[in-house]
């Protein structure tokens, strides 16, 4: 079985920062990429950032220059670094990962339960 747990999620002020975390586990032979995607309330989940096995990086254009995502792939760990956060990044963070469970394996996908994030003052 494979989790991933999310943590880093909480309450910040306009303007501040918060860093999220994203840990997988269980039997894993390879990740080949991560992402973050977000839901606020009452609308669609939306992709926030991704990056693959080799480092390469893709972002919302509305999180560009503010969020940087990075990973530590011993640790099957991702990152979401959030800086200069606005009130409209107020939503439920959750971590996505597409990997392999055993050589020769198909991809298979794997979501986090998620972590909240509301900015507000």
């Known amino acids: 079985q494979v989790q991933l747990v999310e943590s880093g999620g909480g309450l910040v002020q306009p303007g501040g920062s918060l860093r999220l975390s994203c840990v997988a586990s269980g039997t894993i032979f390879s990740i080949y990429f991560m992402a973050w995607y977000r839901q606020a309330p009452g609308k669609q989940r939306e992709l926030v950032a991704v990056i693959n096995s080799g480092g390469n990086t893709n972002y919302a254009d509305s999180v560009k220059g503010r969020f940087t995502i990075s990973s530590d792939n011993a640790k099957n760990t991702v990152y979401l670094q959030m800086n200069s956060l606005k009130p409209e990044d107020t939503a439920d963070y959750s971590c996505?990962?597409?990997?392999?469970?055993?050589?020769?394996?198909?991809?298979?996908?794997?979501w986090g339960q998620g972590t909240q994030v509301t900015v507000s003052s």
């Open positions: 996505y990962a597409n990997l392999i469970k055993t050589v020769g394996g198909r991809g298979l996908g794997y």
